[in-house]
Structure formats: C-alpha cells, structure tokens
C-alpha cells in the first residue's frame, strides 16, 4: 500500500518538465538569423515582383515597347519563384533540387535583379519608378551575391544539418510530453486501484 505513495511523491514529474522546457526554449541562433535573411530576401523579391508589374503596365499601356513588357511578365513570374523558393516549400524544391543548395538560390536571386535592372532607358522621365527599380535590383543582387559566397563557404549544409537538430529537438519535446501524460494516466490508475483497495 505504501508503493503509490513513493510513485507520487516522484521527483520525475518535475525534471521531466524542467528538461522539457530546457529543449522548448532553446532556439539556434544561427537558424534565426537564417529565417531572418530568407524572410528580408522575400521581400526584396516582393518588391522586385511590384517594380516589374508597374514596369510591364507601363510598357504596355505607352507602347514603348512590346518586347520589354513580354520581358518584365517574365521577370514577375521568375521573382515570385523566388519568393516561393526563400519559404522552403517541399513541393517547391522536390521539382527544383538545385535551389535546395545557396550558390543555385543566389544565381536565381541574381538573374532576377539582372531582369529587373534592364531596359531602364525608358524610364527615365519616371524618376520614381527608376528609382524603385535600382533599389529592388541592387538589393537584390546584394542577397543572390550573399548566398552564392555562402553556398560557396557550405553554410546551406550546416543550415540544413542544424534544421535536423531543430527537428529531433521537437520530436524529444513532444516524446517527453507523450511519456508525462502516460505517467499521468497511470497515476490516476494506481490513485483509483488504491481507492478501491481501500474500500474493500
């Protein structure tokens, strides 16, 4: 009759979550300055996608010429693969296995800016929009000139191989959670078996 007791009195309860929440609050640092890129990368893409939109209405609508708005439409749906490459979505990079490494993300990111910095001569009565245009392409050529040293440096695979720490992290996280709610149920079960016990 005495065993119960000893089980509830256990210190397992309270390591169990102290560890469990050691393993919770410890990011990488390293993975968020990564996030952090990816997501200013996605917006400068996003920028890219508006100055090649209103570059193709332009072009369009002035007929100045019928080749380049042809070009930006192309540079709008390149830099909107862009964008959709930098969230790491699975059905994105299974059919495009080369943007899984840096150096193939930033050769992308930089032919985007090459597309989005063309034909500015035209543009030179809309001051603004030339500007926009040299802001979004540089900037993005700065990011494609980044991951491509950094695919270079092979800082991709040590991303990837911290993501899989980050992964097996979450899944001891959540096997801890899985084994307190059994040690739960089985205290509640040793609690009842005793009450009866009692009652006999």
């Known amino acids: 009759m005495d065993r119960p007791e000893e089980i509830e009195e256990s210190p397992a309860g309270p390591s169990s979550g102290s560890a469990k929440s050691k393993l919770a609050n410890r990011a990488d640092p390293f993975l968020v300055v990564c996030r952090c890129f990816s997501v200013v990368t996605s917006l400068i893409a996003i920028l890219c996608v508006v100055v090649n939109v209103l570059a193709a209405v332009r072009s369009f609508r002035d007929s100045h010429d019928l080749f ?69 392409s540089y900037l993005l050529l700065a990011c494609g000139v980044i991951y491509v040293i950094s695919g270079v440096l092979c800082i991709g ?31 509640q079960l040793l609690l009842e078996h005793r009450s009866r016990d009692d009652d006999v």
């Open 68 to 136: 380049d708005g042809i070009f930006r439409c192309y540079a709008v749906v390149i830099a909107c693969f862009v964008v959709l490459v930098e969230t790491e979505w699975g059905f994105i990079l299974k059919f495009s296995k080369v943007l899984e490494f840096w150096a193939g993300r930033g050769m992308l990111q930089i032919f985007v800016a090459v597309m989005t910095r063309a034909f500015p001569d035209f543009m030179t009565q809309k001051k603004d929009l030339l500007l926009l245009q040299n802001i979004a």
């Open 157 to 187: 695979f040590l991303k990837r191989a911290r993501q899989q720490k980050e992964v097996s992290r979450e899944q001891a996280v959540k096997d801890l959670e899985e084994i307190a709610r059994r040690k739960e149920e089985l205290e």
